[in-house]
Nanobody, 121 residues
Framework: QVQLVESGGGLVQPGGSLRLSCAAAGPIRRIRNMGWYRQAPEKERELVAAINSDGSTNYADSVKGRFTISRDNAKNTVYLQMNSLKPEDTAVYYC???????????????WGQGTQVTVSS
């Protein structure tokens, strides 16, 4: 079965940087869109950044100029480089991939387990 495995979260001081990685593993025929979402306590999950199969990207206004999303199609992996981190970036970050397996003609959304990012002095 398909799994999204995230890594790279942790505790960082304001102004610092972190890099998140998410690798999709399992029976995958094609990945369309990949992205990162986040959810802070008592808030709804929100889109942080997304990248489609041709490399075009989309960012939340709150992270533009600070975060960069990229992907390695050969490795089925998406990255999120986060610079100039702020306390308000503190949240659980979830990886998302819109993909289809060899067993279906339809795309389906898959989610990672989430990784905690805490920005605090």
């Amino acid at each position: 079965q398909v799994q999204l495995v995230e890594s790279g979260g942790g505790l960082v001081q304001p102004g610092g940087s972190l890099r998140l990685s998410c690798a999709a593993a399992g029976p995958i025929r094609r990945i369309r869109n990949m992205g990162w979402y986040r959810q802070a306590p008592e808030k709804e999950r929100e889109l942080v950044a997304a990248i489609n199969s041709d490399g075009s990207t989309n960012y939340a206004d709150s992270v533009k100029g600070r975060f960069t999303i990229s992907r390695d199609n050969a490795k089925n992996t998406v990255y999120l480089q986060m610079n100039s981190l702020k306390p308000e970036d503190t949240a659980v970050y979830y990886c998302n991939a819109d993909l289809k397996t060899p067993y279906s003609t339809l795309y389906r959304a898959y989610w990672g387990q989430g990784t905690q990012v805490t920005v605090s002095s």
